[in-house]
């Protein structure tokens, strides 16, 4: 199993920056993919970035350029920085690890950006 642990969120002006974390333990050498998703209340929940095993990185349109995803293999984390902020971005922001046939997600992080 793995578990993930999210951190980071809170709220801030637009233009602003935030940092999230996405700590795993666990079968993690079983993971291939992890990506960032988010959610608002009435909206569909769409991914943001993803990284790969190959450390190649997507990003969402409404995302790229403001935001990056990385990680540190050491302390079997993922980051998101989020620089730029918009109040659109306004969210819970989850964590999700894949393997080839299973998906482990995060407890979700709140972000808010005011205008």
């Known amino acids: 199993q793995v578990q993930l642990v999210e951190s980071g969120g809170g709220l801030v002006q637009a233009g602003g920056s935030l940092r999230l974390s996405c700590i795993a333990s666990?079968?993690?050498?079983?993971?291939?993919?992890v990506a960032w998703y988010r959610q608002t209340p009435g909206k569909q929940r769409e991914v943001v970035a993803q990284?790969?095993?190959?450390?190649?990185?997507g990003y969402a349109d409404s995302v790229r350029g403001r935001f990056t995803i990385s990680r540190d293999a050491a302390r079997n984390t993922v980051y998101l920085q989020m620089n730029s902020l918009k109040p659109e971005d306004t969210a819970v922001y989850y964590c999700?690890?894949?393997?080839?046939?299973?998906?482990?997600w995060g407890q979700g992080t709140q972000v808010s950006v005011t205008s």
């Open positions: 990284t790969t095993t190959g450390d190649s990185v």
């Open positions: 666990g079968r993690i050498s079983s993971i291939n993919v």
């Open positions: 999700c690890a894949m393997s080839i046939d299973r998906a482990y």
